[in-house]
């Protein structure tokens, strides 16, 4: 993944997919992301790729001492566009 590729995210509203829509990942910050809206932009609110992982079938909930809880085998919920 690099700056200018084309992500299509799913979104969702009460817990189903409602819609989907298309970002060109960029850098800001020494960070790949997206931002949502022009809003999001000129606020300085930023998506890194990073948050967009879901759990996954495989994923699990569970527990390291001096870490707490996690779940574990995240998946990528975007869909990477050919250009």
């Not at 299509?8 to 020494?30: L, N, P």
């Not at 759990?55 to 699990?60: A, F, I």
């Amino acid at each position: 993944m690099k700056a200018g590729n084309k992500i299509r995210v799913q979104k969702y509203m009460m817990g189903f997919s409602s819609e989907t829509d298309d970002y060109i990942v960029e850098e800001f910050r020494y960070c790949l992301g997206i931002f949502i809206s022009p809003q999001h932009r000129e606020a300085g609110k930023f998506t890194p790729l990073c948050e967009l992982y879901e759990r996954g079938c495989d994923s699990e909930n569970k527990y390291i001492s001096n870490v707490g809880e996690y779940t574990s085998n995240m998946v990528q919920s975007w869909m990477d566009i050919p250009v």
